[in-house]
């Protein structure tokens, strides 16, 4: 499975972003995939991941309030609304697919990773 994430940029605190991700492979309904960030000098970070099944799980509950994840398995995409952004979201962001299918908050379970896309949020 590859993994090509897109849609960061620069965005006011308060402003929203959609993150895309593109997976190749025939098998991308089987597998759980995921949104991880980093930010400078931070270690990475859960922030939500959907199952196979469409079920989802968020990192708390603030980012589940402010944060959807969603999956289209027709077209091998999964998307992560922000809304609400904050400067503490700032951070690139790393779609993840795991081959077990049900989800994960821990990094090192995710088999494949995208190339990580750069959101800034300014205050």
């Known amino acids: 499975v590859q993994l090509q994430a897109s849609g960061g940029g620069l965005v006011q605190a308060g402003g929203s972003l959609r993150l895309s991700c593109a997976a190749s492979?025939?098998?991308?309904?089987?597998?759980?995939m995921g949104w991880f960030r980093q930010a400078p000098g931070k270690e990475r970070e859960f922030v939500a991941v959907?199952?196979?099944?469409?079920?989802?799980?968020y990192s708390d509950d603030s980012m589940k309030g402010r944060f959807a994840i969603s999956r289209d398995n027709a077209k091998n995409m999964v998307y992560l609304q922000m809304t609400s952004l904050k400067p503490e979201d700032t951070a690139v962001y790393y779609c993840?697919?795991?081959?077990?299918?049900?989800?994960?908050?821990?990094?090192?379970?995710?088999?494949?990773w995208g190339q990580g896309t750069l959101v800034t949020v300014s205050s």
């Open positions: 993840a697919a795991d081959h077990r299918g049900f989800g994960s908050r821990f990094w090192a379970n995710y088999n494949y």
């Open positions: 492979g025939r098998t991308f309904s089987n597998y759980a």
């Open positions: 959907v199952n196979s099944r469409g079920g989802s799980i």
